[in-house]
């Protein structure tokens, strides 16, 4: 039905991604640029500037009616800046004006990574045709985000859904956030490689330490390794079972470089959330694994883009 284009952009600490994607989600131009993430906040938009240049370069760009960010958090959409972690250059950086100054103006959408990676598993991938679910991104950190009732919600500044930094360990270990036990602090991949060899898992030959390392470890059935895994599934259940306890979705997707651990991870998960999602209307919760590739962020953001855009058509 759409002949026209949105341009999108995924803003993280390693890589600065930019598309134009089609009403269809099909991507029609790509540029890209590493993130000078140390660098100061000017060279760092200078990046985004040039893959702007790329894409307003492309004579598709005429065509295009409206931009999506997906960025690295935290985001705040209502004052339009951003202060991902992993880039210090920017605090409270007006991402959302400078991008629209080169872009020569189009309206912008901005959302936080976690919600971008939901619009997408929405739109093309494993949570397509849920009208409630919960998307989850388990890699170096856990970040998220959420369907209600058949639309993304990302809240007012852009970051609903972050189940990384809900608390499931009262007294547990402080979390870079400033609180205590949260599932990142558990379930990320850092922590479970930390974990691991906290608890005497030895690295093979190669002296890879590596949550992967430690999920093919678990897969040849070493104990440690295993039990690390099965720390983070439970608290990813955890997280899990509070949201849909809260506002009943029907569908968790987890994606990242944790979530492609396969059966070491699912299985025990299940399980766990046998454990924490009890009452009547979350026992049949669905954990599945995310479809969308490397290319989530960019569809996401896209599809914030064109959700907006249907938006303004409307009223
Ligand atoms: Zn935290």
Redesign the pocket.
Same mark, same amino acid.
């Given at each position: 039905m759409h002949t026209d284009f949105v341009a999108a952009l995924d803003i993280g600490g390693t890589k600065i991604a930019g598309a134009l994607v089609d009403g269809h989600g099909q991507i029609v131009v790509r540029a890209q640029r590493a993130t000078p993430a140390q660098d100061d906040g000017e060279t760092v938009m200078g990046a985004v500037e040039e893959v702007l240049g790329e894409l307003t370069a492309a004579p598709e760009w005429g065509r295009a009616t409206a931009l999506g960010i997906g960025s690295a958090g935290p985001v705040d959409a209502t004052a339009g800046t951003v202060s991902p972690v992993n880039v210090p250059g920017w605090r409270d950086f007006p991402l959302v004006r400078r991008v629209q100054e080169a872009a020569g103006g189009l309206p912008v959408e901005l959302i936080g990574d976690g919600v971008a990676i939901t619009a997408a598993e929405h739109w093309q991938g494993a949570a397509r045709g849920h009208d409630n679910a919960l998307c989850m991104v388990v890699s170096t950190g856990v970040g998220g985000g959420l369907v209600l009732n058949g639309q993304l919600h990302p809240g007012p500044t852009g970051n609903a859904g972050h189940i =990384?930094?809900i608390?499931v360990d009262l007294d547990g270990d402080l @979390?870079? @956030? =400033?609180?205590r036990g @949260?599932v990142?602090?558990i379930a990320s991949g850092p922590n479970i490689a930390r974990r691991a060899l906290e608890n005497g898992w030895q690295p093979g030959p190669d002296g890879d330490t590596s949550a992967a390392a430690v999920a093919a470890a678990a897969r040849n059935g070493d104990p440690v390794a295993v039990a690390s895994f099965d720390r983070a599934a439970r608290a990813l259940a955890a997280g899990i079972a509070a949201t849909a306890t809260l506002v009943e979705i029907d569908i968790a997707v987890i994606g990242g470089g944790v979530g492609k651990a396969g059966d070491v991870l699912f299985t025990p998960l299940r399980k766990a959330l046998g454990d924490y999602a009890t009452l009547s209307f979350v026992q049949r919760l669905e954990v599945t694994p995310a479809q969308m590739g490397t290319d989530a962020g960019l569809v996401g953001a896209a599809a914030a883009a064109l959700a907006r855009r249907t938006d303004a058509a409307t009223v």
């Open positions: =990384g930094h608390s @979390c870079p @956030c =400033g609180s @949260c990142e602090r």
